[in-house]
DNA sequence: ATAAATTTTGCATAAATTTGCACACTTTTT
DNA sequence: AAAAAGTGTGCAAATTTATGCAAAATTTAT
């Protein structure tokens, strides 16, 4: 896996977390794990993956995922030409949302690849239900697809 | 304070409305309206109504709303389907039973006019599996498809 | 109504974030 | 293999946003 798109992916999870509440301190995580970055950078990362300073119920700053897990158009273009429009969760289950009959196919690449992490999938012609085994949390679930959708580019 | 509350409203108004993109561009549409008001205050008010800054579907900063209300009379009049027989829940699943053959078309209508309610939706030949967000209750999902559908009954 | 308490606001500035530019690195094309 | 095109990054500076503090406005209590 490339660099980049590892990195993305530790900040998606450093930002699931912990509080973080500026870029100053997400660089400080991303150093400690090793990541040699700058500011700049995690400036235009975040950006890409869309995750922007919210406020949490107590109305206090801190970068949040959206609720989009997440949108093609910010991953590496290869990600869309494969057919994966989106990924989101409601409780513990994802639906994976692709081109006009992608489903079938993408589902039964899952199933192959993230069976450790996945108990199953069920497609339609452009929806997959994900159905995340135990145990696994939404941001092992993002990144697991994620990785196994940039490995099929 | 009655002005403030009057200065909220426009608030959001106006990030509705148009495209903003700092705080600077919602200063100058509030003085345009006649609110006699500073940066330093807007900053204030958008934290208060926890409106920030995002990235919207060209990648782009702009402040949004991040909770857009549902209002199903919008949508109400634009479906006139039939072919609903029933509607129950399974945990946080909702599965829909309708005549042979229109589970697709049904599925069609309310993924475009409740994606705001409905995270995704699965169709078998007259069953559809409907995946509501979080945050929405049995009732709420009732009300708004009840409401898509009401030219059925 | 007056005083006290609370909330709201502007100013100035600190803090935080974004971006232009130049260069390094990768991939594609010829 | 070299050239061209595209991508990613750091640096420094510009832009944008948040906030401490004191004053003004508003609300509450006496």
Redo the contacts between chains.
């Keep these: 896996m490339k660099n980049k798109v590892k990195r993305l992916n530790a900040i998606r999870q450093v930002v699931t977390d912990c509080k973080i509440s500026n870029q100053e301190e997400l660089l400080n995580k991303m150093i400690e794990q090793g990541y040699d970055v700058t500011q700049a950078t995690l400036s235009r990362d975040l950006?890409?993956l869309?995750i922007?300073?919210?406020?949490d119920n107590n109305?206090e700053?801190r970068y949040l995922l959206?609720?989009l897990a997440f949108n093609p158009?910010?991953e590496a273009d290869t990600v869309k030409t494969i057919g994966v429009n989106s990924l989101?969760?409601?409780?513990q289950?994802a639906?994976m949302?692709t081109r006009s009959g992608y489903a079938g196919g993408i589902a039964a690449e899952i199933d192959a690849h993230a069976a450790d992490a996945i108990l199953g999938t069920?497609?339609?012609d452009d929806?997959i239900?994900i159905i995340p085994r135990e145990g696994f949390s939404r941001i092992e679930i993002i990144n697991i697809l994620s990785n196994l959708i940039e490995h099929l580019s």
């Design positions: 950006k890409q869309k922007t300073k919210s406020l109305g700053y959206t609720n158009t910010n989101e969760f409601s409780g289950l639906v949302k069920i497609a339609g929806t239900l």
